[in-house]
């Protein structure tokens, strides 16, 4: 009892090409194992005369999306093109006309999402991403369905792998930055532009994606605070490292009493903890819930294979929906979210400074932080006479007081400058 | 636009209760975050005199169970009572009767699966059991929908908390099994009577589950081998550790060219496996792709509240089913499996050998593997004189030859004792 759906795919780059090698080198297993028959119909790519790895019948490849979205044997839409505008339109007119879609875009999903699940709901068909956020990790579907009663109380992801790649080489083998940078774009885990890797904009959009699936409440891609990695320095990664801590890019989704936030920097985590063992271009996300505990899922965060295979389990998952022939409640729903501004969120923070070598000057340091209502956790004296840094980790306190102590103990004159400043992510307040 | 879902619960023990809090308690999270108003309508419980920790209006409990599957107002029925047979029987004409069911009892869809998924399939309602296996853990999900589509080669898993936690303890303190297992009961992670968790039995029904769905072919609990760790000695702990192992009970499902097979035993495995890492009550499922490539989820595998989390996620996820009013296209099919007799699953041994230190012993024991067709792969030895020790690690080998091959050395004129045998799992042949 196998039913044919004919699937119409948007790109053909390294994930679309590893989807269709599945869908057509797999066939038999899929139809075995879910009695889905599968049928490849248009494929949309850009350049027609450009070798591919797949194989397709003729007349099945066109240079025009939008014959993709409108041929009537097409029931289904997969959208692996990229990108916001185009991509949104393709995607917003499938759903309108009653298609179900499955897309690997997180930049889309991040910026459109509200009204793209709204496009879903209105016409009764499932609009899938799982792929979008943390490449062949199942993350989507067990945070919106299996968690979908759990009251989550934090999203801590790892979910840029080039980053992640960087930062272990740094923290591994004392590596400089641009080192780290160049290695990770020879082996292909960084792109010749790596700015939306390493700036830390790339894991922004999946942190609205988290934010908003775990708390049901829609936190947009411009909601998202973010900083990257670029100014990191391996004397900030040897300090952590002395002091029991591992300096990741995280993603950080929270719900407290005063609302959400959604956030992308560098932080200190304890090496203890479940995310600093992750290393190389491996992804994962670990998730607080007041009843369900601490959970972590880890695996391949990118690649064309792993995130085929998130790809085409949405595939399977749309495809039964169409045959069915029902209409499918939603599974995602947004209510509109309580944002706390950036500047009122609590963190804390480890401030390197280059300071004269003398009596007082803890106590005019500790007396700014004071004034703008930062305690401080614990003080380090590294070096002495012209070589003399002080290493302040403060307790928790809002982002903007935080910011405000920092600038006025850069005005200080014991103070030479401060060299660095992250965040610290651990239990203690 | 809020629509009632009246519930019907069967049993209301740790699992139970909690999921009665949750739905009483977050009634007005869970239906701003989902739609969805759920009324516990009835609770079937052994003793309706016993004080209960969530109130529920008169009328509700029941002693009687089939009250709560025939009563027209329960659209959904979650069974959390546990066993085999009435418990079946419940779900079966709950099945039967088109109304949904939600089940935590691994025992019964270890067993009974086959049927109930045929049950669940004719009525076109869905069956769902998230909380069967890893507790709070998103597991099932992930595997039976987003890795629908991925050729999974082998599932290993940590999926006994009691056990696991018993583990630990013998590692990190040099604990004998009793004192561990005594320590285990009066912290609450093992029952007074421990059989089912430290034999392998609740182990093998979730590597039943976990076999059957990762390769879509059933996979039932009689034909899981299972041992337990009630013979692992505090020796081969201290040995296994120093040689860079850690030793772990794994339920272990693989898939290879000559079949499906599925078994539960303590393991042997490299310290810088990510399951070596899982320690205490914590559970954890490793998945192995041909696509996806490595997988990890971990989490808490037990308790009333994360398993009541895994739960209520199959609650909203029916529900959403009931109220679309449509069949269900069922998410999961078992074609019958090929499966491999345990004699012919090859496996790597570790064994542990009183022996007389005298020259041409090995030889002897060398000779005496080799005729049965096992190769050795290290050998090392420990004491000397009237304490000395054999520790071998064999090449991959099919079980029944690792068998032959230690009950030929058992005979051997220099070998006091075959003090242990244990299987190693690494990625070498």
């Known amino acids: 009892m196998e039913s044919t759906v004919g699937i119409g795919i ?15 080198d797999d066939h038999v297993a899929i139809a075995a194992k879910t009695g889905l028959d599968f049928s490849v119909r248009r494929v949309a790519v850009r350049d027609l005369g450009k070798a591919r790895a797949f194989e397709v019948p003729d007349g099945v490849l066109t240079d025009d999306p939008w014959l993709v979205v409108n041929d009537p044997e097409v029931m289904l839409v997969v959208e692996v093109m990229g990108g916001r505008d185009r991509a949104g339109d393709l995607v917003f007119a499938a759903l309108e006309a009653g298609k179900p879609v499955v897309t690997a875009n997180k930049e889309l999903v991040a910026s459109r999402g509200l009204e793209l699940v709204a496009a879903a709901e209105r016409s009764g068909v499932p609009l899938l991403f799982e792929a979008a956020v943390g490449g062949g990790i199942p993350i989507i579907r067990p945070l919106s369905e299996t968690l979908a009663g759990e009251p989550v109380e934090r999203v801590m992801g790892i979910v840029n792998g080039t980053t992640n790649f960087i930062l272990s080489r740094m923290a591994e083998d004392g590596a400089e930055y641009g080192e780290a940078l160049a290695e990770a774009q020879a082996l292909g885990y960084a792109e010749p532009d790596p700015t939306a890797d390493v700036s830390g904009a790339d894991a922004a959009a999946k942190a609205s994606i988290l934010a908003s699936l775990a708390f049901g409440a829609w936190v947009g891609v411009d909601d998202v605070y973010y900083e990257g ?10 300090f952590a490292s002395e002091f029991g801590y591992a300096i990741k890019l995280l993603a950080v989704a929270e719900r407290s009493a005063a609302g959400i936030s959604a956030r992308v920097h560098p932080v200190l985590l304890p090496v203890d903890h479940p995310l600093a063992a992750i290393r190389g271009a491996t992804n994962a996300v670990f998730i607080e819930g007041e009843s369900v505990g601490e959970l972590l899922f880890s695996g391949p965060g990118a690649g064309g294979a792993p995130t085929a295979t998130a790809v085409l389990g949405d595939v399977i998952d749309a495809a039964r929906g169409v045959l069915a022939g029902a209409e499918v409640a939603p599974r995602i729903r947004f209510s509109p979210a309580e944002l706390i501004r950036f500047d009122d969120v609590a963190t804390k923070w480890y401030v390197r400074l280059e300071v004269e070598d003398r009596p007082g000057v803890l106590a005019e340091i500790a007396g700014a932080f004071g004034d703008s209502g930062v305690s ?35 005005k200080l004159d014991p103070v030479r400058q401060v060299a660095s400043v992250l965040r610290v992510e651990s239990e203690e307040a």
């Not at 935080?402 to 006025?408: C, I, P």
């Open 10 to 24: 948007l790109g053909a780059g390294t994930v679309g090409s590893a989807l269709i090698q599945r869908l057509v």
């Open 229 to 238: 990695i670029e100014d990191l320095s391996p004397i900030d990664m040897a």
């Open 376 to 410: 401080i956790k614990s003080v380090w004296q590294e070096g002495a006479g012209d070589e003399a840094l002080l290493l302040i980790v403060t307790h928790r306190a809002a982002e903007a007081d935080q910011r405000a102590a920092v600038e006025a103990i850069a």
